[in-house]
């Protein structure tokens, strides 16, 4: 399972931040969800989401040193064991698609778990920025 | 605290430098929810009477509703709230973009500022507290490159930014204040509130949560809403289009302000509508939470403006700065519309302002010797795009029409009163009564002068099945949009989702805990309603401040559908006495002592 991105729909809504926020902490809280969206407007018109594809080639998962990134063999995607995790930032610098970030409150990094199936980012999104694809 | 709300207000004293947190006065939450009712409760109570818009005295209120920040559909607007120095009346205005959300991700319902900085500042609120940041590097600069400077200096892209530009610094009274790049608290001269306050910038960032009571609940009710209510014919059209598309209808009606006023048809419309517009236009923005997203991101390519990247130009600035001061060249009318964003101008009355200025060019009362050497004739592009700068820098003519027309045609003489039009001496917005005549009515009870946010009754008669002409059932069908209007900008729902009041209901229940029903919303809208008369009252202003303007009424309409039309002042009067009746208002517009009981905004 991936997830892909299509920078040029994204209108900068941020509604998936709220929902993906209220999955993994409980309330609206966009810098606790597992995407942002970065604008460089008015210099670039670039508005997008970044957040983890669940790439192939998973540079995150060979730089933690703790071994806090595990394969969850159901869904066939890795994913942050928070226990394990101690918010260091290696993955962070090592992803290449700015795919994770840390929580501001709590020492561990978020990555999405693509909702464990059935992401809610995909399903709010009201311009088909996000893609799950198999 | 409710759901919905986090619960706190920030206060902040630039004089002493003082900030502190307060916790929101929740009975006054229950009878006014937030954005325009909850600021105009705190304003009345907090403003003394009388006081000069322009003194340290005057407040200024960022508010906030309990639906600002939630995945609820098109409700992350917030108000700004001020008395106007173009008005001397209450000031309400709407943003969008992101800073609403991100006030109350810093944990602050509103903030609510008063005094004057001695020095240049700017505000830096951050996750529960305020400072004071120097802004001595940052004055004179345009809007857009303050926000740059200002996300420099915090280390943070993703800090938020409310700014004024030098039209702001130099209390032009049309000088708007401008979030998020693009967004704007436009109308009524905020954004020289804050100049006086020598207040450049407010800058955001929050990193906390907001909470409501069944958050899978809220946001099923969400998505039930957006796909059942918000992505319908009704709304798509702002998804589609954008605002532009008002141009062809507005035509149709022949109510498109044209030549200052002196047409209702401009034979050029479609080089400047929405057809024109997506040949420059580069992608779709939305304000947080809007899944219509109707910002249209634009670029032009080729040209002496070349480069110009905006959002925009909406309806307004094409029929106020296009139309109206007759230009047709769309990439002109865009590099205008980034002028008065970066110099931090409302695009509606600086239009408003120049095609009055072309006018009395034309007419012979000003000459060359008061434009600076600029032909100030309609359609003249070159001098047209000078004219924000000489607005914003209070040059020569620019000077003079940074008071507003009003106060202009006053210092200018020559029997150009005949000409300004606007109520309560803000600038009219593009649709003339004329051929749409509850708009008269509309524009001049306005509790912030002419706006067609508060009542908008063109949408029956100009593009619906009523009598455009006629004055029978007028009044009523203003009260009818004053009062769903006021809720809706309590709550704070966007203009471009037309909710009604079951859904105000659901959703503002669902977020604050709160079982409020149809009826109890009606009530709240008629109250906010008469909150702001009885705050205008409080400054002065009665029948004699409902206006109408002489072109309105003494000049008969050119081309179009509603070709030789006036709108007389005896159907004007009527109108107003039977408003005033219905509203149970005196004759003077007073609210009655019994209305005010009724909806508890007296003991």
Known sequence: MRLEILPERCTGCQLCGAVCSARLVGNFNPSRAALYIESLLPDQLVVRPYVCIHCEEHPCVDACPVEAIVEDEELGIYVVDKEACNGCGTCVDACPYNGLRLDPFEMYAIKCDVCRGKARCV???????????? | ????????????????????????????????????????????????????????????????????????????RYAVLTKSPLTGAFLDCYVGGYLGAELKFAGFDAAIITGKAEKPTYLWIADGKAEFKDAKDLSGLDIHETEKRIKED??????????????????????????????????????????????????????????????????????????????????????????????????????????????GVFEHVNKIDEVAIKKILVRRRACYGCPLGCGNLTQVKEGPFAGTIVEGPEYETLAMAGANCYISDLAAIAKYNLLCDQLGLDTISTGDAIAFAMECYERGIITEKDTNGLELTFGNVEAYIEMPKLIAYRESIGDIL???????????GKGSGHFTVHAKRLEYPGYDPRGSIGMALAY????????????????????????????????????????????????????????????????????????????????????????????????????????????????????????GHVVARADFDKMLGEYYQLRGWDEEGRPRKEKLKALELVA
């Open chain 2, 402 to 412: 940074a008071e507003g027309v009003s106060r202009a045609a006053e210092k200018i």
């Open chain 2, 154 to 263: 915090l280390e943070d892209k993703e800090v938020k930014v409310a700014a004024i530009g030098p039209a702001g610094e130099n209390l032009a009274k049309m000088a708007c204040i401008t979030v998020d790049l693009y967004r704007h608290a436009g109308r009524g001269g905020a954004g020289a509130v804050m100049g006086s306050k020598n207040l450049k910038a407010v800058a955001v960032r929050g990193h906390q949560s907001i909470s409501v009571p069944k958050i899978e609940d809220f946001i099923a009710l969400s998505q039930e809403i957006t796909k059942d209510d918000v992505l319908t014919p009704d709304n798509e059209w702002a998804k589609i289009d954008g605002t532009p598309g008002f141009l062809r209808m507005v035509q149709e009606a022949g109510i498109l302000p044209t030549r200052n006023f002196q047409m």
């Open chain 2, 1 to 76: 605290m409710q759901g919905g709300y986090v619960g706190k207000i920030l206060r902040v004293d630039l004089s002493r430098e003082k900030t502190s947190s307060e916790d929101l006065n929740t009975q006054w939450a229950r009878m006014f929810i937030g954005g325009k009712g909850l600021g105009a409760k705190y304003l009345f109570e907090e403003l003394k009477p009388n006081t000069d818009p322009l003194s340290p005295e005057n407040v200024m209120i960022i508010m906030t509703g309990p639906l600002t920040g939630t995945t609820a559909p098109c409700a992350s």
């Open chain 1, 123 to 134: 399903e709010i999104c009201p311009t088909g920025t996000l893609e799950v694809t198999e």
């Open chain 2, 444 to 563: 001049a009870v306005s509790d912030r002068g002419a706006c067609h946010l508060r009542a908008w009754p063109a949408n029956s008669e100009a593009f619906g099945d009523l009598d455009p002409f006629t004055t029978e059932g007028k009044a009523q069908l203003v009260i009818d949009d004053q009062n769903l209007y006021s809720v809706k900008w309590s709550l704070v729902v966007c203009d471009f989702y037309a909710i009604g009041y079951p859904n105000i209901a659901r959703l503002c229940s669902a977020a604050t805990g709160w079982n409020l029903k149809e009826e109890d919303v009606k009530i709240i809208g008629e109250r906010v309603w008469n909150q702001t008369r009885q705050f205008n009252v409080r400054e002065g202003i009665s029948r004699e401040n409902d206006t109408l303007p002489e072109r309105i009424s003494k000049d008969p309409l050119k081309g179009g559908r509603a070709e």
